[in-house]
C-alpha cells in the first residue's frame, strides 16, 4: 500500500494511457508494480515522460512489464 502512494507521476500517467487497472496490478503482481516503481524513479526520462506517454512508450524501461499487466489483467 505504500508503494502505490508513492508511485510517480509518469508511472501513473503510463498505466492510466494503457488502461490500465493499478489497484487491480497490485492485488495480481505486487512485485512487478514494486519493480516498475523503482524502475520509473531510475529512469533517464523521469521528468520528460508524463506529458507524453505515447512517444515514450516505446522507450520505457517498463514496457515488458507493461506487457506482464496486459496479459494479467487479460487485456491481450
Do not use: W
Amino acid at each position: 500500500m505504500t508503494t502505490r502512494r508513492a508511485m510517480p507521476h509518469p508511472l501513473k500517467k503510463m498505466l492510466e494511457y494503457l488502461d490500465l487497472n493499478i489497484a487491480r496490478g497490485f492485488r495480481t503482481a505486487p512485485t512487478l508494480m514494486e519493480e516498475a516503481v523503482v524502475a520509473c524513479r531510475m529512469c533517464e526520462m523521469f521528468d520528460n515522460c508524463d506529458y507524453d506517454v505515447e512517444s515514450r512508450y516505446f522507450l520505457c524501461p517498463n514496457r515488458d512489464r507493461f506487457d506482464q499487466l496486459e496479459r494479467l489483467q487479460g487485456k491481450i
